[in-house]
């Protein structure tokens, strides 16, 4: 189609990444995608539906799955997956294409930005500056998706923000094989990963977590899912603005607005370790 923005030859912005991948990891954070209100409205509202995968890894199989999985919500979405080294870039093929680049998204003005495992490569004095650099090559009302997974893709968290920052945190796990909230904290984005300690924002947040899901016990009987709705309840009471999902989700979803967990200042000699 004419008008269409290709990637264009920038100096990549980044470093290279391990590369780590793996068929179905990124699936509890395409579920999420595909159900969230503002993401669905920003992309049925663009002019141009370009999604990019950022840092897709060694293999691109999370990029046609994320492919696949937006084309339910906009038939034409675009997705281009970009990588900063070039020995990772393959042909395209079901509609989905490859190109080199790095946080200045080689040119393009995505409407959506994934970037899974990527972050987490990098100290977190690095974060806001590619953030910025990210957010600010979106297209207007363009959102970004920080996030971190394991290996298996059973435990998630990720960061949404716009080009004002950062709007609201998630975590997803898979309710049969994460015994409680916390043990997603290992797998927390970068810019909170080293902020789950008392006073910190994220550290209440999981705490509390705990505490609900404990109190939820007397409903382990009728399985996790029921379990986490009502510990998501208690913390709802207990004054946390815990998002309630119209759709009953698939996994275990805790996400709450930014300014719940932003990390607090740190002095000097603290920010040095990370």
Known sequence: MA???????????????????GVNRLRRSDRWLINDDLVTARLHAATDPLVVDLGYGASPWTT??????LRTVRPDVRVVGLEIDPERVVPGRDGVSFARG??????LRPVLVRAFNVLRQYPESAVPEAWS???????????????TCDELGRRSAWVLLDHTGP???????DP???ERPSDIAERLPKVLIHRNIPGEGVHALLTAADRAWSH?????????????????????????????YRRRMRDNVLSVPWEVVAPSPLDESVADRM
Do not use: C
């Open 133 to 147: 650099t990210i957010t600010s090559g979106l297209a207007p009302g363009g959102l970004l998706v920080d996030g």
């Open 64 to 69: 046609f799955e994320l492919a696949a999985r």
């Open 216 to 244: 939820a016990a007397p409903l382990a009987p009728f399985g996790p899912r029921a379990r986490w709705r009502a510990a998501a309840h208690l913390l709802r009471e207990q004054g946390f603005p815990v998002r309630e």
């Open 167 to 173: 709007l609201s945190l998630t975590l997803a796990w």
């Open 3 to 21: 008008g269409r923005a290709k990637p264009h030859q920038l100096n990549p912005v980044g470093t290279i990444t391990r590369g780590t991948t």
């Open 102 to 107: 790095g946080f200045e998204l080689a040119g």
């Open 176 to 178: 049969f094989t994460v």
